[in-house]
Structures are given as structure tokens and as C-alpha cells.
T-cell receptor, first 115, second 113 residues
């Protein structure tokens, strides 16, 4: 596609429910990243994929958070038993191979509200 | 630990002014620095990427400079327009964890007509 595509763009869920957020990176980009932006906070790194592998999961806030990537393309971020503090914008980004010189391109984000 | 700071946090200027946004970082061991723009309710749009070996990059009315040794970058916007109103974020790519961008908290810019 022309850009990084994320869905849903907005999600309101009840506390305790599970949610899945989807990211479709730019075609040909092998590196994929998830970040979180909470209200009034900066962007927080969550996880990075190179192909289907996630070398660094240390940014995931708790074991309720997980992510996978299949076929070297689409990625899904899953939040189980959502809590109100999970309310944030979840931003996905992609780049050509995880190389130091490459520009990272972000999607429009999935805006999650836990009520 | 790498920390990125942006000053000022907010800026309001009349249309037509030239302006400078500042970004500083504590560890000079970076591969590059990237400036982004974020409109309300939207994702991040990449504006300029400066490699650690470069001193500046230009795109239209935007010019970004990098002084790696002093840990500073500036984003210069010439002849500002109301459409430039947005939050501007800078982010560095550290050498020791090059897959991870470290972001500043942003400068919220308002250009008044």
C-alpha cells in the first residue's frame, strides 16, 4: 500500500475485554515497530519485528500485551483484559530493513479508549 | 540513558514569521535524528532525516541542522503559515539500540493568521 495502514482507527472497549489492533506496513518494508502514545506523554517503544521475529519485546508494558507478525507483513498487537491505563494511541511504523539510515514511516494510529 | 528534550513546549507566532524549534539529546552516539509532524488526532509524518555524518537537511521551507557533538538539532521553518500548526517531534536513533527511536515530548506550534 501507499502508507502504513492501521485498524481500527478508533476502539472503545469495556475494562476486562481483549482487543486486537492491526497494522499493515508499507509493501517491502521488513522492519515493523509498535509505539504507544498516552495522553500528555511522549511516544513509548513497545516492540520491534524484523521479518516475523521480534528480537526485542522489552517495551511491552505487561504480560497482557503480545504481538505477532505473519508472512513478514501484517502485525497484530493484542491486549488482554484491558485496563483503563491502556487507553492510548497505538502507533505502528515500518521501514526497509532495520538499518540505521532508514526513514521510519508511521501509520495514523489506533485510538483505544477503555471505559 | 538517552534523553531527548524539546524546547519550547509550545509556541505561538503570527503568520509569516521565521521560527526555530530546538531539540537536544544527552548521548551523542546516534545513527541519525528524525523530525516528525503530528496533527491533532493523526499519526506522525516524517519531515526530515539527518544522518549522524550530516550537518543539515532541507525540504522546501524546512531546514534541519544537527550538531552531534553538542547534542543539538534545530528545525527552522521559514515564512510560517497557518497550515504549519501542529506538534513537531524530534527522535534520535541510538547506536546501542538502533531499532528504537527515542522521542522528545514535542513542540506544539500555532501559527496565527
Amino acid at each position: 500500500g501507499a502508507g502504513v495502514s492501521q485498524s481500527p482507527s478508533n476502539k472503545v472497549t469495556e475494562k476486562g475485554k481483549d482487543v486486537e489492533l492491526r497494522c499493515d506496513p508499507i509493501s517491502g518494508h521488513t522492519a515493523l515497530y509498535w509505539y504507544r502514545q498516552s495522553l500528555g506523554q511522549g511516544l513509548e517503544f513497545l516492540i520491534y519485528f524484523q521479518g516475523n521475529s521480534a528480537p526485542d519485546k522489552s517495551g511491552l508494558p505487561s504480560d497482557r500485551f503480545s504481538a505477532e507478525r505473519t508472512g513478514g507483513s501484517v502485525s497484530t498487537l493484542t491486549i488482554q483484559r484491558t485496563q483503563q491505563e491502556d487507553s492510548a494511541v497505538y502507533l505502528c511504523a515500518s521501514s526497509f530493513v532495520q538499518a540505521s539510515g532508514n526513514t521510519i514511516y508511521f501509520g495514523e494510529g489506533s485510538w483505544l479508549t477503555v471505559v | 540513558k538517552q534523553e531527548v528534550t524539546q524546547i519550547p513546549a509550545a509556541l505561538s507566532v503570527p503568520e509569516g514569521e521565521n521560527l526555530v524549534l530546538n531539540c537536544s539529546f544527552t548521548d551523542s552516539a546516534i545513527y541519525n535524528l528524525q523530525w516528525f509532524r503530528q496533527d491533532p488526532g493523526k499519526g506522525l509524518t516524517s519531515l526530515l532525516l539527518i544522518q549522524s555524518s550530516q550537518r543539515e537537511q532541507t525540504s522546501g521551507r524546512l531546514n534541519a541542522s544537527l550538531d552531534k557533538s553538542s547534542g543539538r538539532s534545530t528545525l527552522y521553518i521559514a515564512a510560517s503559515q497557518p497550515g504549519d500548526s501542529a506538534t513537531y517531534l524530534c527522535a534520535v536513533r541510538p547506536v546501542d539500540s538502533s531499532y528504537k527511536l527515542i522521542f522528545g515530548s514535542g513542540t506544539r506550534l500555532l501559527v496565527r493568521p
